[in-house]
């Protein structure tokens, strides 16, 4: 769910990733609530990043020409400099300076690269309604898929120079938290791409070539949504563990049924909210008793949630969620909250979208300087509490216990104190009789009176268990 562009994947800290809030420290310990430092960010606002790049225009490209191109760069940079810088200024882009004989620079082509894709005309995945990847290229209209993969392979190229060789670790780490926010998004697909999908070729005549996509990583995003369904107590789990073993042949694979589903596990998932929506959606098409019925649920629509059987599932930004989060076994994974409690209300599978009002937040110098005064349990700190505000817990006196078992595993050097100062503690009665019962060894047993000089003169082996009961 969180991804930082220069690679820190041990523990990035919260303001280097590109998810702004940091998905790093975003979810509380108790379900339904959030961090300190993810209610900090909601309340300011990101920094604009100014740039100034050479006006470049891209080449078009026809689709088997980029599939060609995709299906080279995604094993890397090309090492011999002059068809790099060949291919660059005349199949990618047009040259900035006419008839100009440029050198053959990295961070020239990267500085193009960026102000390419920069551009008005390209597609901003930071937006959370076109974080769906495969939604761009599962459809028949070849227009957007162009645009698509187009835009996939100028990312691909600037990706591949920003870490080539020639740049040491701390000039790539300021080249790419120094991206603008547009062309970050584009470079974090890329990255994405290159460590989950393959593009391979399948030869079919002699002037005609198709091309498949091979999935690296889907056993991974298999086991994650297994782990998902059984964290959130899901109730048809054998029918999920079936469609997930992919036993019946004449089902369509997982990653061919629907966009959502192919997002899933093809692995190419953008850092944000979408990724909790991937997976729910991804758990509710292998389920075929859902019946359709829970498709409504949309990332667009945050507030809301579904129940389906005994039980009701919430998005965490649903005021419904944060509530059932303290309910005894509940529990929160990838922004979910679930297993709740079921409502007579709503149907056996039916979604629901929760109307809320969304509290306007204002932060100042005062609030955050009296913020732990104001959090905590007893209130801020006075100098008289009022007494009927409080009940005093007393003892029960009308039941009361008597009558209990120890079985403990001690040293002979240590029974001594522990024996005199357990016995004051126990609730003898003056009725009572304390019966202490040894196992000394594996064979001998004996019944003794409270005292414990008498057990100590019968104490044979080093350890043995003791069990103690009164009787009244």
Known sequence: MSLALDGTMDGPMPWETLEQPSFVLFFGVVPGTITLNNWVSTLGSPLIKLHTYLPTDTRDMALPSILERLSFAQYGLDPNPETRHEFFYTQLVYDSYLNADHPQDLGMEVEILTGVLDAGHWIDFGKAEVQIVAEHYWTGDVKVVTRFLHQLI?????????????????????????????????????????????????????????????????????EILKNFAWTMKWPNMPEVEH??????????????????????????????????????????????????????????????????????????????????????????????????????????????????????????????????????????????????DYELVLPNLNDVVDSFGLRSS??????????????????????????????????????????????????????????IHTNP
């Open 410 to 467: 001690v040293s002979y050097q240590g029974y001594q104190q522990n024996l005199v100062a357990l016995i004051p503690h126990l609730p003898i009665t003056r009725q009572s009789n304390l019966q202490l019962t040894a196992s000394l060894g594996p064979s001998v047993s004996a019944t003794m009176s409270p005292s414990w000089r008498r057990l100590r003169a019968n104490m044979g082996p080093t350890f043995f268990i003791m069990n």
């Open 154 to 222: 100028l990312s691909i190229e600037l990706q591949h120079r920003i870490q080539s060789p020639p740049y040491a670790r701390g000039e790539r780490r300021r080249i790419l938290l120094g991206l603008p926010p547009k062309v970050a998004w584009s470079v974090a697909l890329a990255q994405r791409w290159l460590e989950n999908i393959t593009l391979g070729k399948m030869e079919m005549a002699k002037k005609q070539r198709s091309y498949r996509f091979i999935l690296r990583n889907k056993k991974r995003q298999v």
């Open 243 to 388: 469609v997930l073993a992919e036993e019946d042949s004449s089902r369509r694979p997982l990653e061919y049924r629907n966009p959502l589903s192919m997002s899933w596990f093809s692995g190419v998932i953008l850092p944000g909210l979408s990724s909790s929506w991937l997976i729910m959606k991804a758990l509710i098409d292998c389920d075929r008793d859902t019946e359709e019925q829970l498709d409504c649920l949309c990332p667009l629509n945050q507030n809301s949630g579904f129940q389906y059987r005994a039980n009701t599932y919430w998005f965490w930004n649903c005021i419904v969620g944060k509530v059932m989060g303290a309910v005894r076994g509940v529990n929160q994974i990838a922004g979910w909250i679930g297993p709740c409690p079921y409502t007579p209300d709503l149907k056996r599978i039916q979604c629901v979208c929760v109307y809320q009002k969304w509290a306007e937040q204002r932060t100042s110098k005062r609030k955050l300087k009296s913020m732990m005064s104001r959090s905590h349990p007893m209130g801020p700190a006075v100098d008289f509490y009022p007494v009927e």
